[in-house]
């Protein structure tokens, strides 16, 4: 019987659950051991395991984070905090190891492969950055929960007539930003990819105002070099020459939490069964994801440091539905 180990890592996504669920259950219908690892790469390096049968695994596919625990592993950045992760998976006969994370978790499960493991990446992360993946497990839910806040302030914002800044989450990308602006109907979209400055923002809400306006939502990334908190700054030194001020929301790790979405549940069930199909296949060294509807195995040496591209046509479009 060949074991297989099962960890989550890095930032907690709505549908690792799912995909957790769906590697125990298609690993022992085909005849393999499960060891669910605790805490991310934290555990492995710690030999933190327990296994893990189809009733484990019962009853988790509609909650949010994961009930293996997550962490942001320093140790494994190190020659030798990799050497300790191999050691514990070969102490404890582990064949294959299953990845569900994002960005830096996809990098040391590439580390542990070019040590030999045999390792399969499961794309998982609401900022939407990894390449290889039109979507990644989570994004869809946190961006409904973005949209939710949207639409609730844009309610008080109408209601007082003022301007609102919502700050969403996403690191160094603008994908949340950038579709819950347009989703929410802002009036403005400030991106990492697209950097908008205080007084260019200024003079967009004062547009939208001259336009008719009454009000005014403006969606920015938390990764933009004017942030939520730039922003503010520059709008209170310069309330009395603008005229106006902005209200601030943050939404934050508020973005992560709630039962995942009927589209996470069902992406994360597929690509967590098309891991342990994978590993039955003699397949490691890659990431899956969806791409054109279909499960795609990416090797690692195009995910890794690759940059996901930024759909200027999209942000393009949402300048023209602000006006």
Do not use: W
Not at 262 to 280: H, K, P, Q, S, Y
Not at 291 to 313: C, H, I, M, W
Request: proline residues 2%.
């Amino acid at each position: 019987m060949r074991r297989i180990a099962v960890l989550t890592s890095g930032g907690d996504a709505p549908g690792m659950n799912a995909a957790i669920r769906a590697v125990v259950r298609a690993a022992v219908a085909s005849g393999q051991e499960v060891l669910g690892v605790q805490h991310g790469y934290t555990g492995l390096i710690a030999g933190d395991f327990r296994r893990l049968q189809p009733r484990d695994v019962g009853g988790i596919i509609d909650r949010g984070g994961t009930v293996l625990g997550t962490t942001r592993c320093e140790a494994l950045k190190s020659p030798a905090g990799q050497s300790d992760a191999l050691r514990r998976m070969q102490e404890h006969a582990i064949d294959a190891l299953v990845v569900i994370g994002g960005n830096g978790s996809q990098s040391g499960a590439a580390a542990l492969t070019r040590l030999g493991a045999r390792v399969v990446g499961v794309a998982s992360t609401i900022d939407n950055d990894l390449v290889g993946t039109d979507m990644s497990i989570g994004a869809t839910t946190a961006l409904d929960i973005a949209v939710q806040a949207i639409d609730r302030l844009r309610v008080t914002a109408a209601s007082h007539k003022r301007a609102f800044l919502v700050e969403v989450m996403g690191r160094n990308t603008g994908f949340l930003a950038l579709l819950a602006g347009v989703a929410g109907g802002a009036e403005a979209i400030v991106l990492p990819e697209a950097e908008l400055s205080p007084e260019a923002l200024a003079q967009e809400i004062r547009s939208a105002y001259a336009r008719g306006k009454s009000h005014a939502i403006v969606v920015v990334a938390e990764g933009a070099r004017h942030n939520a908190e730039g922003m503010a700054q520059y709008f209170r030194e310069h309330a009395e020459r603008l005229g106006f001020d902005l209200r601030i929301t943050r939404l934050g790790h508020i973005q992560r939490g709630g039962a995942p979405g009927v589209f996470d549940r069902i992406m994360a069930t597929r690509l967590g069964a098309a891991a342990v199909g994978e590993l039955n296949r003699n397949g490691h060294g890659v990431l899956l994801g969806i791409l054109d509807g279909r499960v795609t195995a990416s090797p690692y040496t195009q995910v890794v440091n690759a940059v996901k591209p930024f759909d200027r046509e999209l942000f393009e479009l949402a300048g023209v539905l602000a006006r």
